[in-house]
């Protein structure tokens, strides 16, 4: 269904139909306009020789006319199934039509009382009611192959040919012209998962060279803007850090006094909240778009990860895949996983759990992270996605700003992948990421293959 509405079916279906109009337009005009007046010319033509041969008979001396009677096969009655007509079909349709046009139009200039029979059954001959003599008899007058059999079934067959020839030529056009499209809905794909696509060519036709240089002018504006938000981010966290480290470390160098002491604590804390913060914004503005991918053991990284939190008295469950080693952004992938593991222990703290497999066919895998708390609301498991969204935190950290699962979701879809939010059955959250196992040129291709 996806195809039938596609642009370029549409078009294949159009050219397919003003090809077929065309030829068969064309057959009409050659059929109407030319064969029918020929054919009748030719009748006129023969009746003026039948007419002529009609008195030579009439005339003919009685030794003559007994020549003639065996040359001509004279009889009386016309001969019994000598005007059986022929099943009509669509291999002689045409001279079906081109011998009753003659017949009709022999009729038309002969005598009332000269009959025209054409036999069909055996030998194509024209029996034709004259005069030998003074008595009517029915001649037959043989009807040579040639004169019947013009090579029509011969111009039908070539101009199907060549209205053939015109739909594969239209459709290697459209395919053509349709690549270019294709590239361009790829490139814009992959940008929108993150990546930064490589420019269009603008070799094409003009009108789409047009959207290419376009396409690639607004990504270039696009890739300056992050570049510039990357630099505006990054001034923004060295210009705030800087006044924060001279504040921890003055906050360090104090000696507060016993009622104070409290106060610094908080102070501290709320130190270690804003780096975090700042370094979240920073995350969100890069999303791992500049690193390259490495052949990496994602379980193996599962496995370290949860090893550090349980250090840190967090115990997660672990169901690892043996996924073999792929490529992927380490770092980024790391990071989607610590943003998850930290949102368990925050959000649900207990039935923490990590789980890793692949799907069927090996090209996808999956890591959850999962948690029995008290979870989310049906309503708010979207909601969740956008940035500065946050849910409410069980234990006594604040919370951070609501892009960890933004971040998740941008790293994902640079990976192939994709983020899923589900309750759990018997309570709690589950997240699932994930990433495509095949390399990046290779689903490249692939979103070529569709062209």
Excluded: C
Aim: aromatic share 6%; hydrophobic share 45%; glycine share 6%.
């Amino acid at each position: 269904m996806t195809l039938l509405r596609s642009l370029f079916a549409r078009n294949i279906a159009l050219l397919v139909v003003l090809v077929v109009v065309s030829q068969i337009s064309s057959l009409s005009v050659l059929i109407h306009f030319v064969q029918r007046p020929r054919i009748e010319r030719a009748a006129e033509t023969f009746a003026i020789y039948v007419q002529t041969l009609d008195d030579l008979l009439e005339t003919a001396t009685p030794d003559a006319q007994s020549r003639l009677a065996v040359r001509f096969e004279a009889s009386r009655q016309f001969p019994a199934g000598a005007a059986s007509e022929p099943k009509v079909t669509w291999r002689n349709f045409y001279r079906t039509y081109q011998r009753d046009v003659f017949i009709d139009t022999l009729r038309q200039h002969l005598p009332s009382n000269m009959q025209v029979q054409w036999q069909t059954a055996g030998e194509q001959r024209l029996w034709i009611r004259a005069h030998l003599g003074h008595e009517p008899y029915w001649i037959a007058l043989p009807v040579p192959e040639a004169a019947h059999n013009d090579g029509m079934l011969s111009a039908v067959a070539l101009s199907f040919a060549l209205a053939a020839l015109a739909i594969v030529t239209a459709y290697l056009i459209q395919r053509h012209i349709n690549r270019p499209l294709q590239e361009l809905a790829n490139a814009a794909n992959r940008l929108s998962s993150g990546e930064a696509p490589q420019a269009l060519r603008v070799d094409g036709p003009t009108e789409i060279a047009q959207v290419s240089v376009a396409f690639n002018q607004m990504v270039h504006a696009l890739q300056e803007a992050d570049a510039t938000r990357s630099l505006m981010l990054a001034g923004i966290s060295h210009d705030i850090r800087t006044p924060l480290t001279k504040l921890r470390l003055a906050v360090a160098m104090t000696s507060p006094s016993e009622e104070h002491a409290e106060l610094a604590i908080s102070t501290d804390h709320y130190l270690d909240q804003i780096d975090a913060i700042l370094q979240q914004f920073m995350d969100y503005a890069g999303s791992g778009a500049r690193e390259a991918a490495e052949i990496s053991d994602l379980d193996a990284l599962v496995n370290n990860l949860a090893a550090d939190f349980a250090g840190l008295g967090h115990v997660f469950e672990l169901t690892l895949g043996d996924l073999r080693p792929f490529a992927f952004r380490p770092i980024s992938v790391m990071r989607v996983l610590m943003n998850l593991m930290q949102n368990a222990v925050l959000y649900g703290r207990v039935g923490l759990s990590a789980r890793t497999w692949t799907d069927a066919a090996g090209h996808t895998a999956y890591v959850e992270i999962a948690d029995r708390g008290k979870g989310v609301n049906g309503g708010d498991l979207d909601a969740l996605r956008a940035p500065f969204k946050r849910g409410r935190s069980t234990g006594t950290h604040p919370g951070g700003t609501g892009l960890g699962l933004a971040i998740v979701e941008r790293i994902a879809k640079l990976h192939g992948g994709e983020l899923q939010l589900m309750q759990r059955e018997g309570g709690g959250f589950a997240a699932i990421v994930s990433l495509s196992m095949r390399p990046p040129n290779q689903r490249s291709l692939e979103e070529r293959g569709a062209v």
